[in-house]
């Protein structure tokens, strides 16, 4: 079971190009690692690596010293799309990320990031282009996420509102998951099952 997640403060990468698909952010050949916690170098792996698998120099932007621990993302329009691997919130989450803004996000990803607990948090395209500037213009400038709150604190002050699925909100905070929902009710289930009787008659079937 995942732990439960509320809050988080951190520093930002901002990645602003579009359509970062899945395969870019986690290519199709790490899909047989079934470690999450493996697969922190998986990610963007066609950035920050050479095809023999050297580390590139000079490095991505992703493995600079100074975005080191930085657990934000700021990533442009339809974030996510492509094929519709876990993988990608797994290295994600692996590397340290535990939120993504962007103006949208293919769905397939969006819902697999919610299953794993990384929040994908959507913004309005002028939103998009004020966080823009302010990370250029601040780049070491926290920001806090909150869950509970359903809202994004930036450096000033300044904050914003953003919506989760309420379902996926529910089992990030307790650090649960569908299965775990389920048998966080089993005493509900069963009392419903006595005090409701069989609609087959097992003795015939």
């Not at 997640?5 to 970062?20: D, G, Q």
């Not at 095809?51 to 975005?67: L, M, Q, T």
């Not at 994908?120 to 806090?144: C, K, M």
Request: aromatic share 8%; glycine share 6%.
């Amino acid at each position: 079971m995942p732990e439960p997640f509320a809050k988080t403060t951190s520093r930002v990468i901002a990645i602003p190009r579009a359509n970062i698909d899945t395969d870019q952010i986690c290519p199709a050949r790490f899909l047989k690692i079934t470690d999450k916690a493996g697969l922190a170098d998986a990610l963007f792996f066609d950035w920050r690596f050479t095809p023999d698998g050297k580390r590139r120099k000079p490095p991505s932007f992703i493995d600079e010293r100074h975005n080191a621990g930085r657990r934000i993302l700021l990533v442009g329009d339809n974030f996510g799309a492509g094929s519709s691997r876990e993988h990608a919130p797994w290295a994600l989450r692996a590397w340290g990320i535990r939120a993504i803004v962007s103006t949208s996000f293919a769905d397939i990803f969006k819902g697999n990031a919610l299953k794993n607990a990384l929040l994908p948090i959507v913004v309005s395209p002028e939103r998009h282009a004020a966080l823009v500037a302010l990370v250029a213009a601040n780049p070491d400038g926290e920001w806090t996420v909150d869950l509970e709150a359903g809202q994004v604190k930036l450096p000033g002050g300044e904050s914003f509102l953003f919506e989760i699925d309420p379902f996926a909100r529910t089992m990030i905070l307790a650090g649960t998951d569908e299965v775990g929902y389920v048998l966080s009710n089993l005493p509900a289930i069963e009392a419903w099952e006595a005090a409701h009787p069989a609609r087959v008659d097992t003795a015939r079937a």
